[in-house]
């Protein structure tokens, strides 16, 4: 991926619109770095966030990046995936200053006061104070490539563009190379995701990026001293196993900065609630069932920890019982009058189990047991929820409603009317739905999602017991 393309922002009227006023209007040239270290400072001192949307690195990551940043480093990440490493750097253009002059029509975006190629130069000199001068917004000078297999020099750093040298131009003429990514990113941020999947050949063209700040094309004699800084995303074990960052280059990256998942489920919580796209409303409680859910994956010895578990994994999940709610919606509106409402059950997280399963990469020996392990670490964090959620509250209303041989019905396609009814009146409802957050005037989907919550801890701490029938419904009665 290079540039974010789209249609670009309008620079306002009142910019310098030619060298003589750019000169005038006390403009001075700063180096990319120059600038995000001074962008930094100012955010920093004015209590201003520094990298929004970045969730759960405030103490760990984000320290280590800003020491990179304040001392002019060039950066590495390196974290398992979903570790928002990309959602960081991507994080780093919002440091730029908001516009930029440049000489119009430069694919280098040279500086006016400070022209880099031959030709740039001779313009310079010859239109004087009345050279234009053009605006680039910071959301167009952030590159990025993710590394392929087949990326080459030409993409990176630039080739001969044979058309040129077909419209007449000579071989040695420097107007006949097409540049690549790297160079048309001039005063910009340059990120390269997924390092080590770069070839070491072409990995051997960046060191004189990062070094020497100018790039080789080909036989050409030409010295372009490049304005940027280069940041990278790896996975550890690419590092090592699938591929690795050649050591002349580690050399010369400033920063090697390791990621994280989420420290606390408050944090992985957060994260949830600001990624996920929900279909439909998600209970508090259901969330941190999904929450926990994820850690207790991640920290699973049946899973693979080299690979990790992305924080897309419990993203996804919150999208998918979001959506379960959404056709319990849709289908009950099909058969009853009565309009059934999208609010998410803890019973919607079961689908996950096999849904998402391919998210995760298992141990060797546990081939045809995914789906078993996860749904019993689900059914681990929906005890764990409940018990932190309810501890200390009375629910022997619950366990009286399956006194004598009752049963209790709900299910995936079980109507928040029906089960309300099955229930009718049950003591110490009114708290338990206060403690999930569920208000003093839950509606009836609402009220619906907190007794199933409360029928299935009961049941995993062994005060109810449950079947599932063929079609899916849950029973829940007597143990025993």
Known sequence: MGRVTGTPPVPPADLPGTLGALRASGYHPRTVKQELRDNLLARMRAGEPRFPGVVGYDDTVLPEVERALLAGHDLVLLGERGQGKTRLIRALAGLLDEWT??????????????????????LVAEAGDDLPVAWLHRSLRYGEKLATP??????????????RVAQGRSLGDPETIHFGLVPRTNRGIFAVNELPDLAERIQVALLNVLEERDIQVRG??????????????????????????????????????????????????????QE??????????????????????????????????????AIAAAETVAAAALRRSGLLAAGDAETEAAVARVGDAVSVTSTLRGKVEFESGEEGRETEILGHL???????????????????????????????????????????????TVPGLAKVLDRLGLGDAPTPAQAAAGVEFVLEGLHLTRRLGKDVTEDGRARYGSRG
Do not use: C, M
């Open 101 to 122: 002059p440049v000489l119009a029509g430069s694919v280098l975006n040279e500086d006016p006061l400070r022209p880099l190629t031959p030709a740039s130069r001779v």
């Open 150 to 163: 087949d990326t080459s020099v030409g993409d990176l750093i630039g080739d001969i563009d044979p058309i």
């Open 220 to 273: 050409y004699q030409l010295r372009l001293p490049l304005d940027l800084l280069l940041v990278a995303s790896a996975n550890p074990e690419d590092y090592t196993n699938r591929g690795r960052i050649i050591t002349p280059l580690k050399d010369r990256f400033g920063a090697e900065i390791r990621t994280h998942y989420p420290l606390d489920l408050d944090l992985e919580l957060a994260l949830i609630r």
């Open 378 to 424: 689900l059914r681990t964090a929906t005890a764990e929820t409940f018990r932190a959620r309810l501890a200390g509250l009375d629910l022997s209303g619950f366990t009286g409603l399956v006194a004598d041989g009752a049963v209790v019905e709900t299910g995936e396609l079980v109507a928040s009317a029906d089960l309300l009814r099955q229930v009718g």
């Open 276 to 313: 996920a796209d929900l279909v439909a409303e998600v209970p508090e409680h259901v969330l941190e069932v999904l929450a926990r859910f994820a850690r207790a994956v991640r920290e699973s010895p049946s899973v693979d920890p080299r690979s990790g578990v992305s924080a897309r994994f």
